[in-house]
């Protein structure tokens, strides 16, 4: 196993999640301490405990990343639990409803907009503002395939929260590179998670639809996404800045 983060902190939004636990899990594995954020605590001590058995360093704190002070809260909690914050992987978010624009509930669009783009923009703006003035840093955001590059029809918040995601990193790597800051975005396809799968559908039924919408016939595993995540952050894509990295089995071919 190569180090490449031996002596960095990182911190991971959506921890408690599918892709926010496998790209944790692999930055404690390559060497990081973690911060591992979600709001619910129990799964964030059960993720640390999982860290610290495989021989990792990690800790937890609870925190809603489209609270401004909450967002703020957790970059000050990797820098006094671990000295400092050198990589950051925003990976928090949710789906919302599948319903036709003209029927989808205003709330649950401002809900959806709240954690994916704002929760996103609070996020880094936190990272980067400790980041600046210690030597730099790297941070990727996870965005999806279905913002800038692939359609799907009543998913009006997630897309059009992904699309933003996609252009708010571009934005974002180019008003702080000079600063040693280097922002990048991962957009996965179809992952094996409960994300993927639609209301009342199974997951052999999930699998089926996948075959044939994605050209490798299969949906990607999380450390598949992890790893893209990891590469993004590490000094190997040294040359790599505002870029929406597309992981998604060749859907957008
Ligand atoms: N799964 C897919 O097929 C797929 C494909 C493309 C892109 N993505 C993107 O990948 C990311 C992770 O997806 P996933 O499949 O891992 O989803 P998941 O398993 O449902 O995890 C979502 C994570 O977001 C956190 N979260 C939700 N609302 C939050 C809030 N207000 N404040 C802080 N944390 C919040 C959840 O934490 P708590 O539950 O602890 O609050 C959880 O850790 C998302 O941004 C998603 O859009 C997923």
């Not at 636990?21 to 001590?45: C, I, K, P, Q």
């Not at 990797?78 to 949710?94: E, F, R, T």
């Not at 990727?140 to 800038?148: E, H, K, M, T």
């Not at 089926?208 to 000094?235: F, K, N």
Request: with cysteine.
């Amino acid at each position: 196993m190569s180090e490449r983060f031996a002596g960095k902190v990182a911190l991971v939004t959506g921890a408690t999640g599918v892709v926010g636990g496998a790209v944790a899990r692999a930055y404690a594995g390559e060497g990081a301490a973690v911060l591992v954020t979600g709001r619910d605590g129990g799964r964030l001590s059960e993720l640390v405990k999982d860290i610290e058995a495989a021989g990792g360093r990690a800790s937890a704190f609870a925190a809603d990343v489209s609270r401004p002070a909450e967002a703020a809260a957790m970059v000050a909690a990797a820098v006094s639990h671990h000295g400092g914050l050198d990589v950051a992987c925003n990976a928090a978010g949710i789906f919302g409803a599948l319903a036709p624009l003209a029927d989808y509930d205003d709330d649950v669009f401002d809900e959806v907009l709240a954690v994916n783009l704002k929760g996103v923009f609070l996020s880094m703006k936190h990272e980067v503002a400790h980041m600046r003035s210690h030597g730099g840093g790297t941070i990727v955001n996870v965005a999806s395939n279905l913002g800038a590059h692939w359609r799907l029809q009543g998913a009006s918040a997630y897309v059009a929260s992904k699309a933003a995601v996609s252009h708010l990193t571009r934005t974002a790597a180019r008003d702080h590179i000079a600063d040693g800051v280097r922002i990048n975005a991962v957009s996965p396809g179809p992952i094996d998670s409960p994300m993927s799968t639609r209301p009342g559908e199974t997951v052999a039924q999930r699998d089926e639809r996948m075959r044939d919408a994605l050209p490798i016939g299969r949906v990607a595993t999380p450390d598949e996404i992890a790893a893209a995540v990891l590469w993004l952050s590490s000094p190997e894509s040294s040359y790599v800045v505002g870029q929406d990295h597309v992981v998604d089995g060749g859907a957008t071919a």
